[in-house]
């Protein structure tokens, strides 16, 4: 188990709706980077952050947003719901932006 | 280009045989290819790493094998028991990227007792 905690664990909106997913990152990371796992398939990268600035973007539309705190937690935004949008939110921290990346559990979001 | 290909999408061993599991890329930036083993519910965890520097690199009974030149590289994994059920991902990275991992599909592996 990593020390990574993502929360909440599941969550159901409806098309239109907005969502806030949180995460805290392992003790001694500053670099948080999230990860959109639709059924079946692999993680696709949406963005990372580093000392509390976006450092490197996928290829996800603007209301797909993020932050993160001075404790280096972070949270994904994402506005406008699409039924799309239905995946495994996963977050992952590093020891910095070009360090190995250790995975939470996931947030599991279902758009109906 | 910024793709990873892996293959198969799924396979079925019996206990103690050796698993393969194929990755092919096209980014000749990528110079970080890890593997991750993922179960139901969790997330990917990190298994074994190569750089291209090498040709192969063992740790236990995981062996990534990797052929600059073809840009494939392969994870083989020795004496599978029950308990490595699981899907695996390859992945890709360069320096210019950073950890922003490129994965490929994945492959859903069952080790039949």
């Known amino acids: 188990e990593t020390g990574v905690t993502q929360s909440p664990t599941h969550l159901i909106k409806t098309r239109g709706q907005q969502v806030t997913l949180r995460c805290s990152s392992q003790?001694?990371?500053?670099?948080v980077s999230w990860y959109q796992q639709a059924l079946g398939q692999g993680p696709q990268f949406i963005f990372q952050?580093?000392?509390?600035?976006?450092?490197g973007r996928g290829n996800f539309p603007p209301r797909f947003s993020g932050l993160q705190f001075p404790n280096y937690s972070s949270e994904l935004n994402v506005n406008a719901l699409e039924l799309d949008d239905s995946a495994l939110y996963l977050c992952?921290?590093?020891?910095?932006?070009?360090?190995?990346?250790?995975f939470g559990s996931g947030t599991q979001l279902s758009v109906l | 280009q910024q793709q990873v290909k892996q293959s198969p999408q799924s396979l079925i061993v019996q206990k103690g045989g050796i698993p393969i599991i194929n990755c092919a890329y096209e980014?000749?930036?990528?110079?970080?290819f890890p593997w991750y083993q993922q179960f139901p519910g969790k997330g990917p965890a990190l298994l074994i790493a190569?750089?291209?520097?090498?040709s192969e690199k063992k740790e236990g009974r995981f062996t990534i094998s990797f052929n600059k030149s073809a840009k494939q590289f392969s994870l083989h994994i020795m004496d599978s028991q029950p308990g490595d059920s699981a899907t695996y991902f390859c992945?890709?990275?360069?320096?210019?990227?950073?950890?922003?991992?490129?994965f490929g599909e994945g492959t859903q592996l069952t080790v039949n007792p």
């Open positions: 992952a921290s590093s020891f910095g932006p070009n360090e190995k990346l250790f």
């Open positions: 003790s001694g990371h500053n670099t």
């Open positions: 952050y580093y000392r509390e600035e976006e450092n």
């Open positions: 980014n000749t930036a990528f110079d970080y």
């Open positions: 190569i750089r291209p520097d090498v």
């Open positions: 992945a890709a990275s360069g320096e210019t990227s950073g950890s922003r991992l490129t």
